[in-house]
């Protein structure tokens, strides 16, 4: 019997990069969640992971910013949070992108919230 190839999709490679960008930054449990077969979704990923610190939390944003502009050219629709840096948000319309300081991440607990949606496997590829 052919083995059945299954087509990944742009948003789905999308998060890929964004966790891969939290990566290089060396940043903690990491976590793509499929949510496409939650109708009460924002968006069909999150991306989550946490910082140690503030300036932790902005140079993972900026590692996400910068893996995926040079991969696809996208820029997020938007970014709140990173003045502040405890909690910033990333949108890519069909991907969102949190990245937490540990404690506001267990706090908010997200992953919780959203408990419905699939873990997707990340294998990272540091190169630091």
């Known amino acids: 019997m ?14 890929k990069l964004a966790a891969q960008g939290m990566d290089n930054k ?3 449990d990491i976590k793509i969640l499929d949510l496409r077969d939650i109708a009460s979704a924002p968006a069909g990923f999150f ?8 300036s932790h ?11 995926i502009k040079k991969a696809t050219g996208y820029n997020p629709h938007r970014t709140e949070g990173y003045e502040n840096a405890e909690w910033i ?3 890519y319309f069909d991907i ?26 990340f294998n990272p590829t540091t190169s630091n």
């Open 26 to 28: 060396k940043a903690l």
């Open 89 to 91: 948000l990333m949108d």
């Open 57 to 67: 939390v902005q140079a993972i944003s900026d590692g996400v910013f910068e893996t």
């Open 47 to 54: 991306v989550i992971c946490s910082g140690n610190v503030p």
């Open 2 to 15: 052919p083995q059945r190839k299954t087509k990944i999709s742009e948003s789905e490679i999308l998060a």
């Open 96 to 121: 969102i992108v949190h990245i937490f300081l540990k404690d506001k991440r267990s706090h908010y607990r997200i992953e919780e919230l959203w408990a419905d949606g699939k873990d997707i496997e």
